[in-house]
């Protein structure tokens, strides 16, 4: 079983930087693919980003692109997502996700689930 702890959440101004992290452990050499959702109380959890954990090869909402960038590192087990230029409509607990294969992947099937981390961007 995978165990997965966000952090890196906090209160920055619009136009600020954050960088989260999804550090994972148990059995993490089997995962695939791990994604980034986001979710407010006005809105429903939208996905925003996913990288799949060998290849490196990422997918961003279009809300999210151009601002937020994926990166992995294998040898610590964790995926951090950077957020630049952070904007209001940002505001919202962030959740790391993982599935463990591609068919799940393709399914939309993540397995393993964070705690969640706030995120406030200030006007």
């Known amino acids: 079983q995978v165990r997965l702890v966000e952090s890196g959440g906090g209160l920055v101004q619009a136009g600020g930087s954050l960088r989260l992290s999804c550090s994972s452990s148990g059995r993490t050499f089997s995962l695939y693919a791990v994604a980034w959702f986001r979710q407010s109380p006005e809105n429903e959890r939208q996905l925003i980003a996913t990288i799949a954990t060998s290849s490196g090869a990422t997918d961003y909402a279009a809300a999210v692109k151009g601002r937020f960038t994926l990166s992995v590192d294998n040898a610590k087990n964790t995926v951090y997502l950077q957020m630049n230029s952070l904007k209001p409509e940002d505001t919202a607990v962030y959740y790391c996700?993982?599935?463990?294969?591609?068919?799940?992947?393709?399914?939309?099937?993540?397995?393993?689930w964070g705690q969640g981390t706030q995120v406030t961007v200030s006007s």
């Open positions: 996700a993982a599935t463990n294969s591609l068919g799940d992947f393709l399914a939309a099937k993540w397995r393993s």
